[in-house]
């Protein structure tokens, strides 16, 4: 019995262990996620001033995409980054996840956004959106892979 409770304690293999290299950009990006996301809902300030003035699937579409931009832009990058200090074996997985719900999402609420908005004949997304769509994506594309395969992240998240 005693042996399998040492043998839950993984210990690091040879090579880079810590915060530092490339895993500071994904931190970076997690600091500034909540910062960018927090800018970002000042814009929702003049819908919700106007909030009776809206229709009912107007105010359910703001009310879907504020609620999914508060959870992916302000609580999962702090909740990521407790998990990062803390060095849990749980981080690389949920970044992981959050990478990949990040551009899903972006996608999602333009196409939906289109759908239930847009004038005939206009441009199924604007410049500025696909634009962020894209980042999103190459983001997780970047990413993704270096947290599963990197020595760092399997050396460092073992807690």
């Known amino acids: 019995m005693a042996d399998t409770a040492l043998d839950d304690k993984r210990t690091p293999a040879p090579g880079p262990v810590g915060i530092g290299g490339w895993l500071l950009l994904p931190m970076l ?19 919700f001033s106007g909030w009776q003035y809206l229709d009912t699937r107007l ?41 990949t719900a990040a551009p899903v999402f972006l996608l999602a609420d333009a196409s939906v956004a289109y759908a239930l908005f847009a004038e005939p004949g206009s441009e199924i997304f604007d410049k500025e959106t696909v634009r962020g769509i894209a980042r999103s994506f190459l983001s997780a594309a970047i990413w993704i892979p270096y947290m599963m395969r990197s020595e760092r992240v399997a050396n460092t998240f073992v807690n």
Do not use: S
């Open 29 to 47: 990006g997690l600091f500034a996620a909540p910062i960018v996301g927090v800018l970002q809902f000042t814009a929702y300030a003049e819908v």
């Open 59 to 99: 105010a359910a579409f703001i009310v879907a995409e504020t609620a999914g931009n508060i959870v992916l832009a302000v609580v999962a990058p702090v909740v990521l980054l407790f998990f990062m200090f803390k060095r849990l074996e749980m981080f690389p997985g949920w970044y992981m996840i959050w990478a």
